[in-house]
């Protein structure tokens, strides 16, 4: 007990007191703290080094454009662009996710974009749990799976999850479109299910890959066939109504074209929502991707949807996968 009483003294007769000491104490185990953390999660993450590298669906508040994480393996860089527009709340809902191949042999990239529909929550809730969906069965999937045959199990997936949310009363009520691709060994496989697009843009030409299943693909058929006119198809009320979409129950229409795409060095993959396209002329889309880099050409975008400032703009939502 002298001691002690000798020991606090000596503090005391010094200019350090105390209550000083103590948070120097605390100090120097928190740094302690940080530094076993640090340690541990670097162990970790060379222990799970063929885990998957996901990104969850995701909202920006202040950045509209993004640049993907995606690794040095990656076949493609990856760029985000993402708003409200003039929406009370954010209906988009994107995410993508990075599997590593087996073997070491590079690795496959999933980016999907989903828009949901049918009020304020419902919409939000929907897509983002179609999203979720397809992020959380791929991570878990075999990376030695067909691509195609994955992306067909993955729609079906997240038709099942938003089915049993919905229940029997609320089906057909709300739903969500959602486009989505894989690009793995080379070539590109994709997915879609309402009026989301999905381009591949070449030799400074932008090609829309998937087909709009919406009751307007229904009337401009009409028009082919003579049975009605062109006047009638623009002009119907109905025009806009999708045949088929994630929410409906037994989905109708699921398009994953005629097979995969070859992939070309400099191609450019493009998931949009209708904000972007409803908005910008195809044209002049194609004409920033001709003028611009990547990263820049979703900046130029989103410039392009502020400056036309449409009064009700809707969300609007890109993701852009550029090959290697």
Same mark, same amino acid.
């Given at each position: ?101 087996? $073997?070491?042999? *590079? %690795?496959? =990239?999933? /980016? &999907?974009?989903?828009? @949901? ?54 089906? $057909?009520?709300? *739903? %969500?479109? =959602?486009? /989505? &691709?894989?690009?793995? @060994? ?139």
């Amino acid at each position: 007990m002298t001691e002690s009483k000798n020991l606090l003294t000596g503090f005391a007769e010094t200019d350090i007191s105390i209550p000083l000491l103590i948070i120097i104490i605390a100090m120097v185990a928190a740094l302690a703290v940080v530094a076993v953390v640090f340690i541990v999660l670097k162990k970790k993450d060379k222990a799970g080094a063929e885990d998957p590298i996901t990104r969850a669906p995701l909202i920006q508040a202040n950045r509209a454009v993004q640049s993907m994480e995606l690794s040095e393996n990656a076949p493609v860089l990856g760029f985000s662009m993402h708003g409200i527009g003039q929406r009370n709340s954010q209906q988009d809902s994107y995410g993508y996710a990075e599997k590593r191949m087996k $073997g070491g042999a *590079g %690795s496959r =990239v999933l /980016a &999907v974009v989903a828009d @949901g529909m049918g009020g304020l929550s419902d919409g939000e809730r929907i897509s983002s749990e179609v999203v979720e969906s397809f992020i959380n069965d791929y991570n878990v999937s075999d990376p030695t799976c067909d691509p195609w045959e994955l992306l067909y199990q993955l729609v079906q997936n997240a038709a099942g999850v938003v089915n049993n949310d919905l229940g029997p009363e609320g089906i $057909g009520k709300c *739903g %969500s479109t =959602v486009a /989505a &691709v894989c690009v793995s @060994g080379g070539l590109l496989y994709f997915v879609s299910v309402g009026d989301s697009h999905i381009y591949l843009w070449r030799d400074q030409v932008l090609y829309q890959l998937n087909k709009d299943h919406n009751y307007a693909a229904v009337l401009d058929e009409q028009v082919k066939k003579g049975e009605i006119s062109q006047n009638e198809a623009l002009t119907d009320p109905n025009r806009a109504a999708l045949t088929s979409y994630i929410g409906m129950g037994e989905l109708t229409e699921i398009d994953q074209g005629e097979g995969p795409v070859e992939l070309m060095r400099g191609d450019r993959i493009l998931l949009m929502s209708d904000g972007v396209f409803g908005t910008i002329p195809t044209n002049e889309i194609n004409g920033i991707l001709s003028t611009q880099s990547s990263g820049e050409s979703c900046g130029a975008m989103e410039y392009a949807i502020r400056i036309a400032d449409r009064m009700h703009q809707d969300n609007y939502t890109c993701l852009l996968l550029e090959v290697k």
